[in-house]
């Protein structure tokens, strides 16, 4: 709770409407399911299906768009890279714990 009013807003609900013109300058609004949608880089074109309660969940148990796109590009660039270039050589092995040339079990 507190986390939430350090950033001003009230996190324990989900608003229907942004607030209004009215609503107080010291006040902790509700965020609603497009507010938070945008803070985590969905397009405002993005459906989310289901009621409001649904619709946040889903969005709470989301991979934002924006990281999702990072981590596609460094396994792109990762599976497309040649043995020697120098993109690959500064990745840390997924092995450095000694376990490169281990052989996998298989069932």
């Known amino acids: 709770r507190r986390q939430w009013a ?3 807003v009230d ?3 989900i608003a229907d409407e942004p607030p209004g013109p009215g609503f107080p300058a010291d006040g902790h609004p509700r965020l609603t399911l497009a507010m938070v949608a945008r803070l985590q880089g969905f ?6 299906a289901g009621k409001k309660t649904a619709a946040y969940r889903q969005l709470g148990n989301a991979f ?5 796109a990072q981590v596609a590009s460094a396994i792109a660039e990762a599976l497309t890279a ?9 990745q840390p092995s997924l092995f450095a714990g000694g376990m490169a ?3 996998i ?3």
Do not use: I, M, Q
Request: hydrophobic residues 30%.
């Open 64 to 68: 934002p768009p924006p990281v999702a």
């Open 6 to 8: 350090t950033l001003g």
């Open 43 to 48: 397009p405002d074109s993005w459906h989310f």
């Open 101 to 103: 040339g281990a052989e």
């Open 105 to 107: 079990p298989t069932v």
């Open 11 to 13: 996190g324990l609900g």
């Open 82 to 90: 040649t043995p020697n270039s120098s993109a690959r050589r500064s």
